[in-house]
């Protein structure tokens, strides 16, 4: 399958319903198949879905929260955290056995698709993608999504048997493009589970109300980031098309051209520059930890509703018919 399409999916806790509906219409409504499937943070969810064939699966994993009792539960409070030297705010048991349960080994390998799973590895500083041979590919889900300091750690231990500890993607890298562009695409569809900031006036009064909107603003800045680099790509690639276009005017020969365009053609290859489009949602219907199940529902919606609105312009960028 060399050459077909990549989705990278980024972070934002619960918003990546929106990313659900998104892939739900492309998917299953209409037939948009992805030979890889990156993802950070919830997006790593996302993308397990996507790389296991298992859009149905994904959709009731979504909605069939009832709250965010589903997904953590309280270790009793701020203080009491602190004060008994816990490592995260919130225990994690149901997201984990949630996990466990959607994400099979052998029913993604069978696929033969691509996944791809950003994490950090905190005892080392770096960024590691985790790829779909490695093992207990739902605990590479979790720790994917294990956002510091509401979510505690994944913990493995290396070949010397040294304890590792992992936490969510997005600490390094909120919209997995790079990753991505490894895999030689024809095309990439970035999907961010998150509206543009919002420059709204608000109060934050408790601990995790200002630790939630201190990660919000730093991945908002790594994503605006993102998006930057994903014009700068768009622009390079449709310079160079142009720019060849002008030499065939001129009656230049093909071979001729082709040595003309060569340095450029190259560092685009150096770079793995493929075409790069985004969805994101127009606004955020709640906030990152909020897993209320009539929003959720909403946005999930809003996703669908997004490709259809889009989908002349996708369709033609996705090479599928309309």
Known sequence: MAGGLAIALSGGGAKGAFQVGVLDELVTNRGVDFETAVGTSTGAIQAAGV???DIPGLLGFWTGLSGPGDIFRSRGGTGWALITGKNSLYSTGPLQKLLKQAFDDERIRA??????LATVNITTGKLQIVGENAPDIWSWVYASSAQP???PPWVTKNADGLKEQWVDGGVRDITPLDAALKERPRAVLAVRAEAPLQSEPRHY???IDIGLRSVELLTREVGDNDLKNVNLMNRLLTAETHQRRELERTGLDRDVIDRIMRPFHDEIAR???VPTMVLEPESDLYDTLEFVPSLIEENIER???CVRDKWPELSRFLGVEE
Do not use: I, W, Y
């Open 51 to 53: 790389a296991q064939n």
């Open 111 to 116: 696929t033969g698709k691509k996944l791809r």
């Open 149 to 151: 300091p509401f979510f």
């Open 205 to 207: 009064d408790s601990l």
């Open 271 to 273: 770079f793995r520059l």
């Open 303 to 305: 996703g669908r509703q």
